[in-house]
């Protein structure tokens, strides 16, 4: 499985931001997609994921803020940031899990929330 995410960019604190993630190659095998995040100083962490039944996950710190659509037939993964703050500032990496556990990750995308 292969991984093509796009959408970072400088957005200004509250304003939205979409990120894309297309998954292309063995895509029958994937069960989950999703989204982790790196701050620069901080470890990689979880931002949300979608399972393929549509089953998702959010980490409390964008719960309310960010969602996470998803478009089965175009085999993608979105995340729509709202209310987006400094704070969330990182390079965002798209990921999908297959059903035999391997994880595929996508190239990061720098997303940058500052006036």
């Known amino acids: 499985v292969q991984l093509q995410a796009s959408g970072g960019g400088l957005v200004q604190p509250g304003g939205s931001l979409r990120l894309s993630c297309v998954a292309s190659g063995r895509t029958s095998s994937i069960s989950a997609m999703g989204w982790y995040r790196q701050a620069p100083g901080k470890q990689r962490e979880l931002v949300a994921d979608r399972t393929s039944a549509g089953i998702t996950n959010y980490a409390d710190s964008v719960k309310g803020r960010f969602t996470i659509p998803g478009d089965n037939a175009k085999d993608t993964v979105y995340l729509q940031m709202n209310s987006l703050r400094p704070e969330d500032t990182a390079v965002y990496y798209c990921?999908?899990?297959?059903?035999?556990?391997?994880?595929?990750w996508g190239q990061g995308t720098l997303v940058t929330v500052s006036s």
């Open positions: 990921y999908a899990r297959t059903f035999w556990a391997t994880t595929n």
